[in-house]
């Protein structure tokens, strides 16, 4: 079965940028999506098909995804963006999501 | 607005069974599928399967096959879940999402509902 690898952790200081990998055999020719999960709270889409920004979410949010590797980047982190992050994919031919295991962003 | 507003937190002993309802408002319900996950205290999400609230499917994960049941009921646009044979291993909270269909995004979640198995 498919595999989405993640980091456990990543740590930035405020108003650096944090970059979050999601790991998986020739990623690139899937789409990726990004989700944010903060304490106690559901997640929330946050860049969708690889780079799009959903309405609302700002634009120091965006992602890339090349190779076997998609990354998440947030440019100028904040406080408020301390959380966990999980990419998602489908699998290709039972169309079921997966997810990677999520990385816990701390901000310094 | 847009939204998916599951029921409340639920306690069970085991080998209890629990519904869990996530109603949807300001879209076409039958529009889009509504999956379900679950998220253990401290851990990843983890998909349990889905329902087409248009034709009634359903795909269950092969870890809930047996256990789980999806259905809806389109009169008032609500989604359940119900899973049976529950163990304290079913200590989780319980998540609905929309998305259109595959590769599509989950866009738009419920509030989750707190499922606590407890003797």
């Known amino acids: 079965s498919y595999v989405l690898t993640q980091p456990p952790s990543v740590s930035v200081a405020p108003g650096k940028a944090a970059r979050i990998t999601c790991g998986g055999n020739?990623?690139?020719?899937?789409?990726v999506h990004w989700y944010q999960q903060k304490p106690g709270q559901a997640p929330v889409l946050v860049i969708s098909y690889d780079s799009d920004r959903p309405s609302g979410i700002p634009e120091r949010f965006s992602g890339s995804n090349s190779g076997n590797t998609a990354t998440l980047t947030i440019s100028r982190v904040e406080a408020g963006d301390e959380a966990d992050y999980y990419c998602q994919v489908w699998t290709s031919i039972t169309d079921l999501p997966i997810f990677g295991g999520g990385t816990e962003l701390t901000v310094l | 607005q847009v939204q998916l507003v599951q029921s409340g937190a639920e306690i069970k002993k085991p080998g209890a069974s629990v519904k869990v309802s996530c109603k949807a408002s300001g879209y076409i319900f039958t529009g889009y599928y509504i999956h379900w996950f679950r998220q253990a205290p401290g851990q990843g999400l983890e998909w349990m399967g889905w329902i087409n609230p248009n034709s009634g499917g359903t795909k269950y994960a092969q870890n809930f096959q047996g256990r789980v049941t999806m259905t809806r009921d389109t009169s008032i646009s609500t989604a359940y879940m119900e899973l049976s044979r529950l163990t304290t291993d079913d200590t989780a909270v319980c998540y609905c999402?929309?998305?259109?269909?595959?590769?599509?995004?989950?866009?738009?979640w419920g509030q989750g509902t707190m499922v606590t198995v407890s003797s």
């Open positions: 020739n990623i690139g020719s899937k789409r």
């Open positions: 999402a929309r998305v259109l269909a595959a590769p599509s995004a989950f866009d738009i």
